[in-house]
T-cell receptor, first 113, second 114 residues
Framework: DVKVTQSSRYLVKRTGEKVFLECVQD?????MFWYRQDPGLGLRLIYF???????EKGDIPEGYSVSREKKERFSLILESASTNQTSMYLC????????????FGQGTRLTVV | GENVEQHPSTLSVQEGDSAVIKCTYS??????FPWYKQELGKGPQLIIDIRSNVGEKKDQRIAVTLNKTAKHFSLHITETQPEDSAVYFCAANTLTGGGNKLTFGTGTQLKVEL
């Protein structure tokens, strides 16, 4: 079974803090993704990566950055957390970009106060 | 870029009835259309997908239809059961300068009532 593991289920951070969300996959997938899920807005792509040290902006990259130093790990970074970044964050991986099954982690519920 | 619209946002059916969720997409180059189910407290999980070279695909009680001309695709669940209650997302792929990505609809909360 493919496993995508996000390091935290729940996080509470203060405005202005630098926040790291970690994601690890165990299936040697080339592609990894970070989505944000908000009620009524569905899943919106923040960043994705199709190879180690490669990254591409998604639809809502502002206020975020990513790091992929190893194939199995993809980190989402909030440089200076703001209250409008309070959300559910979902990590996913897939063998091929965008046209094969994406496997999701269980999500991280981030609250910025 | 790609725009995926999904309707309805909520759907309530009686156990045993059918449920239909509809999506439209804007990018005529899209060729892959998956459907994901998200249960409470979990990440989305693929339940069925269809590619643009076919018009319909079935897997037990679940079927998906695709109309490329009209740019819409639908999820059909027959003989609904309480365990079908979840949020369902449609998606379409799109080729960007940086690669091939999925654009998701806004989700449908399906409730199957006893």
């Amino acid at each position: 079974d493919v496993k995508v593991t996000q390091s935290s289920r729940y996080l509470v951070k203060r405005t202005g803090e630098k926040v790291f969300l970690e994601c690890v996959q165990d299936m040697d997938h080339e592609n990894m993704f970070w989505y944000r899920q908000d009620p009524g807005l569905g899943l919106r792509l923040i960043y994705f990566s199709y190879d180690v040290k490669m990254k591409e902006k998604g639809d809502i990259p502002e206020g975020y950055s990513v790091s992929r130093e190893k194939k199995e790990r993809f980190s989402l970074i909030l440089e200076s957390a703001s209250t409008n970044q309070t959300s559910m964050y979902l990590c996913a991986s897939s063998l091929m970009q965008g046209n094969t099954e994406a496997f999701f982690g269980q999500g991280t519920r981030l609250t910025v106060v | 870029g790609e725009n995926v619209e999904q309707h309805p946002s909520t759907l309530s059916v009686q156990e045993g009835d059918s449920a239909v969720i509809k999506c439209t997409y804007s990018d005529s180059a899209s060729n892959y259309f998956p459907w994901y189910k998200q249960e409470l407290g979990k990440g989305p999980q693929l339940i069925i997908d269809i590619r643009s070279n076919v018009g319909e695909k079935k897997d037990q009680r679940i079927a998906v239809t695709l109309n490329k001309t009209a740019k819409h695709f639908s999820l059909h669940i027959t003989e609904t059961q309480p365990e079908d209650s979840a949020v369902y997302f449609c998606a379409a792929n799109t080729l960007t300068g940086g690669g091939n990505k999925l654009t998701f609809g806004t989700g449908t909360q399906l409730k199957v009532e006893l």
